[in-house]
């Protein structure tokens, strides 16, 4: 009989640890619960040395700089788990799956399109909150509740830059752009689109760039013949338009400090910069954890890095003035209503016009221009004013 009851103590106690494990995170020492996210970043190839690994490291530091937070009058802490993410379908299907049936996971985020749609029906079924980058607009809906994107979105600044670039370039009236060829250049794709047809600005050659594209003259002689006043791209597909003779204008969404020192920062001043960076000390908090940063990982703190630090801040917010870690329908109540601390001020979830549910992060906007070396001038778009254009725009 003794027996008997010392094994159904065991059970009754193994039952209490799995559920409790699946309820709000796992309890660690001294009454501190670990909250685990899983993380799926691209953390190979080129996505992964200019996306991915920087992004990792600003997860692992926003999580240690935020420390022990308070949740219902309990005490919480992050515990990261990072798996590669591809980007693919494939890659964002293998994290999940790893994220969920291994790691037990009570959140979880994934980096790029293609992960982030392929992890999103799993963490519905098993009702886990899943915050994205990179995902289009219209792939967030009334359907799926627990789907969201905290990072800036490209739909989000992209009518802010149009906006600006109406009053103080109005003499771009056609605009050429070069995107990747995968989820993350279709959004910005459609953003370019009904943001110039708003404001006027033909879009005379859309290009896509393939996956593992190193050759950006055919590109390049495509979208010369067009006569653009604007090219929307990176600096490695300026530099063989400037060498075609190319003398407009030059903008980009993902900037890279190392890209303009390569290319030398007299060749790239007057380039455009929109989405918000780390850039001209519009927030000082800011600029010294960029030098922590650096000095940890001796990396630079690209614009995934920004981004990706600015998350974990939010979301920690979302839980402390949600109250809870486990219910997740206060939890989105709380996200759809609220307005959270961050990095940068202030930030909440909108973008109601593009998808009819919101679930995406409205930051302000900043317009930067490059005028010396690791010199920018900004303007800046609020975050009420952001998200003013950004349903004018797309309504």
């Not at 798996?83 to 037990?104: L, R």
């Not at 630079?300 to 998350?311: D, K, Q, T």
């Not at 809870?324 to 601390?341: P, R």
Request: with cysteine; aromatic share 12%; glycine share 10%.
């Amino acid at each position: 009989m003794k027996r008997w009851l010392s094994l159904a103590a065991v059970v009754v106690l193994c039952l209490a640890l799995v559920i409790g494990a699946a309820c709000g995170g796992e309890e660690g020492e001294e009454g501190v619960t670990e909250l685990k996210m899983g993380v799926g970043e691209p953390l190979t190839g080129i996505y992964g040395a200019v996306v991915g690994i920087p992004a990792k490291h600003a997860f692992s530091l926003a999580a240690d700089k935020i420390g022990e937070f308070t949740v219902g009058g309990e005490q919480y802490r992050w515990k990261l788990i990072f798996e590669d993410n591809g980007p693919s379908v494939a890659g964002g299907t293998s994290s999940t799956t790893k994220f969920i049936f291994e790691h037990n996971v009570d959140f979880m985020h994934q980096s790029g399109g293609s992960p982030a749609l392929a992890a999103q029906p799993m963490c519905q079924e098993k009702g886990i909150l899943l915050d994205a980058a990179g995902v289009s607009p219209e792939h967030f809906g009334p359907d799926k509740p627990l789907f969201l994107q905290t990072s800036a979105t490209w739909a989000i600044h992209i009518p802010p830059f149009f906006d600006w670039l109406s009053k103080e370039h109005p003499e771009v009236k056609r605009v050429g752009y070069a995107v990747p060829s995968d989820e993350t250049g279709y959004a910005l794709a459609d953003a370019i689109d009904v943001s110039a047809a708003y404001y006027g600005i033909e879009v005379v050659a859309p290009e896509f760039i393939p996956s593992g594209t190193v050759e950006y003259y055919p590109l390049a002689t495509r979208i010369m013949s067009k006569n653009p006043d604007l090219l929307i791209g990176t600096t490695m597909m300026a530099e063989p338009m400037w060498e075609l003779g190319y003398e407009g204008l030059c903008a980009t969404w993902y900037w890279v400090a190392s890209g303009a020192e390569k290319r030398g920062w007299d060749t790239v001043q007057g380039y455009l910069i929109f989405m918000p960076h780390a850039l001209a000390g519009l927030w000082p908090e800011v600029d010294a954890i960029v030098v922590e940063f650096e000095d940890r990982y001796g990396v630079e703190l690209g614009p995934s890095a920004f981004w990706a630090l600015n998350v974990m801040y939010v979301l920690t917010d979302v839980l402390r003035q949600a109250g809870t870690v486990d219910d997740m329908d206060k939890i989105i109540e709380t996200m759809e209503t609220g307005s959270f601390d961050s990095l940068v001020g202030p930030i909440s979830y909108g973008g109601e016009a593009i998808n009819g549910v919101g679930h995406l992060g409205i930051w302000s906007s900043p317009i930067y221009e490059v005028v010396g070396e690791h010199e920018y001038r900004a303007d800046v778009y609020t975050r009420e004013e952001t998200e003013a254009l950004v349903n004018e725009v797309f309504k």
